[in-house]
């Protein structure tokens, strides 16, 4: 047994996620902290997913910045568990993503993982995405791998869901390899129309969609975007789907009511997620559900009702906590490449082979 800390920080940029978990032949959450990500720092990481003026630096001080934030959570963890950081075996930091590009062959996750051993006084594995790119892959996602150890051996066709700023699946069938990809944006639209129009974070249980009426014209134009038409693998990020591109598309457009574009984007997020899930697996048993998009109990019941054949449910209904589940997967990432096991999944990245993720930076 080897207890190891999982720290992510997602595309919705609204903090960070710290894991800590048991790991031995299976994978046990221990116990969790979230710290919020500060007003200044968020601004400056979503700066940096464009293009701008002396980015190495700001990205430099960003880093800086975050990896000082994680750290006192961290230590926060460990006094609430009453433990020492020598009782870690390592850290597995995602670091925040800041561009995500793999056709154009490369992945940027920042998140100095020198700084952070030598804060935390841990052994860090970082950098877990660069590696699938450079074999070919799209370095995303990278969860899929633990979906399978953490729910597959069930006898059922299951699919595990993952919306945090944009979505992900996992299929998981008998005696086959787990299949995954992103389907497209998750909460990454619905949070950035809501903070243009009303300044608030997130649209909380999607009450707001929920007020609104979807827009036909509006939902046909949005799903005409070239990525929705791919199969995987694929992957996709900030870089396609902001508030740019939706603004551009709502230009080409007849005027429309905020609330009803709030409901069309609740709508694509819906409809993208069913629709990847019929292509790539026709028949599902259950749809788990994870990320912070599983308390958006408007986007959770739309789902629903896409897929009335299949049980859609909370990765809770299995007893792993939906909001720990990313954090909880990179820490089981340090602990694969520690133990020299792939982290990737070809079938779902599209990479030439299997290879072991992440680079080790030792306290």
């Known amino acids: 047994m080897a207890l190891y800390i999982g720290l992510m920080s997602g595309t919705s940029l609204d903090g960070l996620d710290i894991a800590l978990i048991e790991q031995g032949q299976a994978t046990r959450l221990l116990a969790s902290h979230y710290v919020p990500m500060p007003d200044d720092l968020r601004r400056t990481l979503l700066a940096l997913c464009s293009s701008g003026p002396d980015e190495i630096a700001r990205a430099a001080l960003a880093e800086n910045q975050w990896v000082r934030l994680a750290a006192e959570g961290i230590k926060q963890l460990l006094q609430d568990q009453q433990l020492d950081a020598s009782a870690i075996r390592a850290i597995g930091s995602h670091g925040q993503t800041v561009r995500h590009e793999p056709a154009r062959g490369f992945t940027l996750q920042i998140g ?13 594995v970082s950098d877990f995405r660069r590696r699938d790119v450079a074999a070919g892959g799209q370095g995303a996602p990278l969860v899929p791998a633990f979906h399978e150890a953490l729910f597959g051996g069930q006898g059922q066709r299951l699919a595990v869901l993952n ?30 129309w809501i903070q243009a129009c009303k300044g608030d974070s997130y649209d909380k249980d999607g009450a707001w969609a929920a007020s609104g009426q979807v827009n036909p014209l509006l939902l046909m134009t949005l799903l005409s975007d070239s990525f929705f038409a791919g199969t995987g693998p694929k992957s996709t990020g900030r870089e396609v789907f902001n508030l740019t591109w939706l603004q551009q598309q709502l230009a080409t457009l007849p005027p429309c009511p905020e609330a009803d574009v709030q409901a069309t984007l609740l709508e694509l997020t819906a ?40 049980v859609v449910a909370s990765t809770a209904a299995k007893g792993v906590d ?33 290879r072991i993720l992440g680079a080790i930076y030792p306290a």
Do not use: Y
């Not at 992900?168 to 497209?184: H, R, Y």
């Not at 958006?296 to 054949?309: D, F, Q, V």
């Open 112 to 124: 100095n993982p020198a700084l952070l051993a030598e804060l935390s006084g841990i052994s860090v």
């Open 163 to 192: 919306i945090g700023g944009f979505s992900n699946l996992s299929l998981i069938e008998v005696d086959q390899p787990v299949a995954g990809f992103d389907c497209g944006p998750g909460n990454v639209l619905l949070d950035t």
């Open 271 to 310: 409809r993208t997620i069913v629709e990847s899930l019929k292509k790539a697996q026709p028949t599902t048993d259950a749809l788990l559900v994870c990320g912070g998009g599983a308390h958006n109990g408007a986007l959770m019941a739309r789902i629903a009702a896409l897929l009335p054949s299949t």
């Open 322 to 354: 939906p909001d720990w589940v990313e954090a909880t997967a990179f820490a089981w990432l340090a602990h694969c490449c520690l133990e020299s096991i792939p982290g990737n999944r070809p079938s779902v990245t599209g990479a030439k082979g299997l």
